[in-house]
């Protein structure tokens, strides 16, 4: 049997499913073949069998990197349901704790440790990692190494020590947000120069998003929440005052909800988190400390009731819905108010270069929210993806603005970023095409230019709108390590050739509004199946606070749903389930089956 052979094998009997996605076979193929990998995949994409996979067929350990205490929890947490030996290493863990976990470490017998990037760069955890033999070292949330990261963390910088030490070791670097330039210093940093790059669609299909106006932000918080009733949501906010009334506010409406941030006290934050891992608590309203640790699956929707300060966390923020594929909801409440207090914050640093770096970034996130089409698309763009068509899945695809051609003024447009020589940004530009007479035109000779002043009859918004629909569409690309200049992609000549036209939504100035909710896509799961996948779920959350454990980590909710929909009663079948391997089989099979044929014969025929 060929490695790979191996790994499907794994795939299917150890997690429980019957075909690898997006590029995860070829990730691990490049590792079982001894070498190094960089790997972008979406949240939720399956990051982690790329180095789970190769830790049970290679020898030696593998040493997983990872931020956050809770994220190595819950992952150990799972592992250990699908019987792979796996442990964490870190300051949460008595001292006998600690001694048993490095015991399995020097005998062998573990296939995975997590361990923070603090903890594994000591002197004296390398010295003992020297003597163990070492499959594998994944460094997770890649893009903390990163000054251009939205998560930059100082302390993954010494990470790049670890293939001097460690030459003969394959690494695999993993992130599901890294634009170009994140991409680009996580593997100067790692020395990753030799990896194998991997850069799978950033597309999650399941998640609709949405942006509307924010006018009276805790009424449209309430009405979006009443489409999931019973469902696990998070709300972030800006503030830890807003978190705080927010949430008092959704248990006075009746909800179960409850604040997260940093300044709570360690025991209320871990009681929290843990309350709603369990299911005990509905809601989370956080500040952005909270989530990176959190692998919870069954999370419907993500609300943004402040503006994100850029789009790479947005992404990642909103990523934390649908992780287990099934159709979910990303939510942003979007007003200037929020925009002025983001960049106020910003600017309070004393570091220009950062100032400089976050402008940029909050600036391409207005842009997002201010788009009035594909969101998806746009979203997909600026991590350098150009899908041919719209999503069909977004508010601006199921309730768009009038279509304009705009092809003319996107040829200027274009003539104007070309003839000024593709070194400026949008705000300089307009002001050639508007013919402004300002002494920088004047002196850099623009003034004479066959482009200026031939967008005089637009005002500046309408130009803006242009400009970032071209961005947008994929015809122009806006480089934020160089101050924001503009330079044409090859997708533009045909344009400015004329030999295709430029259709984009009207401009509006007041973009959204919270008109009449449109029919939501519904769970696969056929409505006849309800009540069992109910009573499922309620077994599910019983064994798990026997178990101590997350439900979503005994079963996923679409595993639940595939159970409601297919209805094993033997081995064999509750085996055909989604996530279900030998050792989930072993431990529940028998009772989520008795519970099903319970159903089936109590169910009117």
Known sequence: MSKIDGAKEILKKVFGYDEFRLSQEDVIQTILDGKSAFALMPTGGGKSLIFQIPALLLEGVCICVSPLISLMK??????????????FFNSSQKLSEKRNVLSDLKNGSLDILYVAPERLMMDDFLELLSGIKICLFAIDEAHCISTWGHDFRPEY??????????????FVALTATADIHTRRDIIDRLHLDDAEVFISSFDRPNIRYRV????????????????????????????RAKVEETAA??????????????????????????????DNVKIIVATVAFGMGIDKSNVRYVVHFDMPANIEGYYQETGRAGRDGLPSEALLLFGYGDVNIARSLIEKSDNSE??????????????????????RRSLLNYFGENPEHDCGNCDNCLDPVATIDATEDARKALSCVYRTGQSYGITYLISVLRGAHTAQISQRGHDQLSVFGIGQNRPELYWQHIFRQLIH?????????????LTLLETARPLLKGEITFLIPEYREKTFSSKKEKSRKKSPLPAASDSLFDKLRILRKDIAAQAGKPPFVIFSDMSL????????????????IYGVGQAKLSKYGREFMDLIRIHCNEEPE
């Open 249 to 278: 506010k959704l248990v006075n409406f009746g909800y179960s909800a409850a604040p997260y941030h940093a300044g709570l006290s360690s025991s209320q934050r871990q009681y929290v988190q843990d309350e709603f891992l369990k």
């Open 473 to 485: 569409h994929g015809f122009l690309f806006q480089d934020i390590s160089r101050y924001n200049i």
């Open 157 to 170: 910088v010494k990470l790049g020590r670890l293939r001097r030490l460690f030459p003969d070791v394959p």
């Open 354 to 375: 950062q100032i400089r770096i976050k402008t940029s970034k909050l600036n391409l996130m207005v842009a997002y929210a201010e788009n009035t089409s594909c969101r």
């Open 74 to 87: 819950d992952q150990v947490d799972a592992l250990t349901e699908a019987g792979i030996a796996a442990e």
């Open 212 to 239: 509307i106006s924010k006018y009276h932000p805790i009424e449209q918080l309430v009405q979006f929440i009443r489409h999931y009733p019973n469902e696990s949501g998070i709300v972030y906010a800006l503030s």
């Open 561 to 576: 749903h595939d159970m409601a929909r297919k209805r094993p009663v033997t081995n064999e079948e509750f085996l055909d």
